[in-house]
Structures are given as structure tokens and as C-alpha cells.
């Protein structure tokens, strides 16, 4: 990935999408097709798959990676999570990753241990994967020290704070920050953020990163992500999950087209166009990057995409404008 972003010219934009695996044999066709269609007519620089906590979706992800990458020929990254899940998951992850040709992986703690009485080693079985990860950095570490330099390695960050089971009352980008800057020293590549509405908040937690002391992260790739709204309700939902605010502005935006459903979508993508465009007009990197998660869904990505100019040329298109640009006029 960061390979492929550095080989863009500077000044470019770019963008991935996060799928997950279905749960059916249905739903793998569907969104096969459905992937065949967006990696023609979107051409994202990559794609993410997920990884469900605990690695109960581990075959199905590795499925639809392989889909992705191999398949489809697309740049994709694997997320893995490391905590609640047996190391020999975690191994196999990675090993069938290698052979799928698939070089990037989003290193994630997934959802934090059960208990402090799990926590404790005494309880654990011998090879329980919780006695070396607890939390994500030690994944980074772990696939640094056994794949060198092989995998491109992302993180994630939080740029309205994180909080979880252990720590619920924590909502503090503040907190995680010297947390986040441990991820990167550790050799993580690429930041990846959650969700979020207030682009405030967001261009406040991206300066913090790029003017922080350690340096850490003065020229890494730091992707914003994205949440295309699909209905009101999924907003609601994945808003109070997440912890993303909604700005009042936006709010009242939505709640006046609530019951029509074409139209919430309508004002959505009008919403993520102008956050889009208010990021790229804020950047100081000389390569910006969006990620979306698409929940799967096709539309309302592919008209904020379109809005905001992100889709790049075909291999044809850029040739004839090349062709355009030595018989202009002048010539
Ligand atoms: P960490 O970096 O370990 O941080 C977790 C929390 O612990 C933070 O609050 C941090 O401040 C704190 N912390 C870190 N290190 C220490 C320390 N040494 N001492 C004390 N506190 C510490 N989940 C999934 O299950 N599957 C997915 O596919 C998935 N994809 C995601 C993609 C993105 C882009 C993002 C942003 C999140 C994703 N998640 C996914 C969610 C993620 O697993 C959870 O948010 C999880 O609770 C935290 O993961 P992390 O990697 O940020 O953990």
C-alpha cells in the first residue's frame, strides 16, 4: 500500500474500501459480482477486509481476500485482530495471507479480553494467544519480528478518542496518543482512523499527529475513514457504536428528510462530498487518501466518489488525454 501511494504523483488523491465476509454462499456470490463491478468502475489504490473479533470469521475473510486480491487482482489488506483468539489463528492468518500474495495487514486488538480474571495468567492455557498480545502494538511487533519487512502494516487510530470495556469512561484522542505513537514506532506503516462526522475534530486530531514531538508521523500515510450514509437508521446505529458525534448541523440535515429514505441517502452523499471536499482543501500531505466503509453497499460510495472526482482514469483515459495534451492547442 504505501508502495502505491508513494507512486503517486504528488498533490494526488486516493481511496480504499473496507468490505466483510458474508455470512452465506449467496451473499459470497453477490458481493463477488458486486466487487467485480466497483473494482472496474471505482478503481480504489486498494481494498480492506475484515476480521471478525475472536477470528470467528477467520476462513470467511481469508475467502473473500482471496477473492479480492487474487481474483479480482486488487491490492488488498487483511485485517487481524489479535486478542481473544488463539495464536495458532493468528499464524495461520498470516501464512495463508503470504500465499495468497496479499503484502498488507491491518494489525487491530479487536474486542478487549473477556475479564481481569481471564487476564490472569494462571488461568490461561499454555498456548493461549492472550499470555503475548493484549493490545495492538503487540501484533505489529510480532509480525514485524517474524516477516522482517514483508508486510506493509496499518493501524488504527481514533480521532474522537477510543473507549471500551476496560476503559468506558475514556473518550480522549489525548489518552491513545502515545499509545498510537508506540503502534508506529513499532514499525506499523499507515494510520487508519474510525469513522467520524465532525471533520473538525478530525483536521484537530490529524495536526496533532503531524506536529507531535516523537516525529513519528511527519510523513506516514494517515487515511480519514469514512462511513457513507446508507439510511438513518444504520447512521444511528453505527454513529452510537462507533462514538462518532453528529455534528447539530448535519443532524437537523437528516432529521428533516428522516421517513424518505431516497432522500436521506440524497442528503448523504451532499454530507460526505462536502467532508471530502473540506478535508482535501485542509491537507498538508502531499498525497490524500480516503477510506470508506461501504458496509458492502455500492451506490452511495461510488456518487461521493464521483462528486468528489476520486475516480482516476482508466489506463485509455489517460492515454487519450495525453494525446489531447500534445495536439492542443499551441502546438
Ligand atoms: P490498541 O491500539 O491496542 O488500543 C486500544 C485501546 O487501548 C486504546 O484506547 C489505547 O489508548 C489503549 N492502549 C493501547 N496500548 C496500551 C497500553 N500499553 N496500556 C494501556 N492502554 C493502552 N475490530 C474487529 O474486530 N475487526 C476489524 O476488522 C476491525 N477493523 C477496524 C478498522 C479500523 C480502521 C478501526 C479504526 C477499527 C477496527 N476495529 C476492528 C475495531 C478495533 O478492533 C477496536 O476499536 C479495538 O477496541 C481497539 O483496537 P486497536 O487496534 O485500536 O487497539
Redesign the pocket.
Known amino acids: 500500500i504505501t508502495d502505491k501511494i508513494n507512486a503517486l504523483p504528488d498533490g494526488a488523491n486516493y481511496f480504499s474500501l473496507?468490505f466483510?465476509p458474508p455470512k452465506t454462499s449467496m451473499g459470497f456470490a453477490n458481493l463477488s459480482s458486486r466487487l467485480e463491478r466497483m473494482s472496474q468502475a471505482l478503481r480504489p489504490l486498494f481494498v480492506?477486509?475484515?476480521?471478525?473479533?475472536?477470528g470467528s470469521t477467520a476462513t470467511k475473510?481469508l475467502e473473500l481476500a482471496e477473492i479480492c486480491q487474487r481474483q479480482l487482482g486488487l491490492t488488498t489488506c487483511l485485517?487481524?485482530?489479535?486478542?481473544n483468539m488463539n495464536r495458532s489463528l493468528i499464524d495461520d492468518a498470516l501464512e495463508q495471507a503470504k500465499v495468497l500474495g496479499i503484502r498488507n495487514i491491518?494489525?487491530?486488538?479487536?474486542?478487549?479480553p473477556r475479564s481481569e480474571e481471564y487476564r490472569d495468567d494462571a488461568q490461561l492455557p499454555e498456548e493461549d494467544s492472550n499470555r503475548d498480545f493484549?493490545?495492538?502494538?503487540?501484533?505489529v511487533k510480532y509480525i514485524r519480528a517474524k516477516y522482517g519487512d514483508y508486510f506493509c502494516i496499518?493501524?488504527?487510530?481514533?480521532p474522537e478518542?477510543?473507549?471500551?470495556e476496560?476503559?468506558p469512561e475514556?473518550q480522549d484522542p489525548a489518552?491513545?496518543?502515545?499509545?498510537?505513537v508506540?503502534?508506529v514506532q513499532a514499525g506499523a506503516d499507515f494510520v487508519?482512523?474510525?469513522?467520524f462526522f465532525e471533520v473538525k475534530a478530525y483536521d484537530k486530531f490529524e495536526k496533532s499527529l503531524r506536529t507531535h514531538e516523537s516525529g513519528a508521523f511527519k510523513t506516514i500515510p494517515i487515511?480519514p475513514?469514512l462511513m457513507p450514509i446508507q439510511s438513518y437508521s444504520i447512521l444511528r446505529r453505527t454513529t452510537k457504536l462507533?462514538h462518532a458525534k453528529l455534528p447539530g448541523k448535519m443532524l437537523e440535515r437528516l432529521d428533516a428528510v428522516q421517513t424518505d429514505d431516497e432522500l436521506v441517502k440524497k442528503v448523504g452523499v451532499d454530507i460526505l462530498s462536502e467532508m471530502v471536499d473540506h478535508i482535501k482543501k485542509q491537507t498538508s500531505a502531499s498525497r490524500r487518501g480516503f477510506?470508506f466503509?461501504t458496509l458492502n453497499l455500492e451506490k452511495a460510495v461510488s456518487h461521493v466518489l464521483e462528486n468528489c472526482h476520486l475516480i482516476p482514469p482508466t489506463l485509455q483515459e489517460e492515454d487519450e488525454e495525453a494525446v489531447v495534451d500534445i495536439t492542443g492547442p499551441g502546438i
Open positions: 473496507e466483510f480492506t477486509v475484515t476480521w471478525g473479533a475472536g475473510s485485517h487481524l485482530t489479535c486478542t491491518l494489525a487491530l486488538r479487536g474486542d478487549a493484549t493490545w495492538a502494538i503487540d501484533l496499518g493501524v488504527a487510530a481514533y478518542g477510543h473507549s471500551d476496560s476503559y475514556h489518552r491513545d496518543l502515545p499509545y498510537l508506540e503502534k487508519m482512523t474510525q469513522l487515511i475513514g462507533s477510506h466503509y
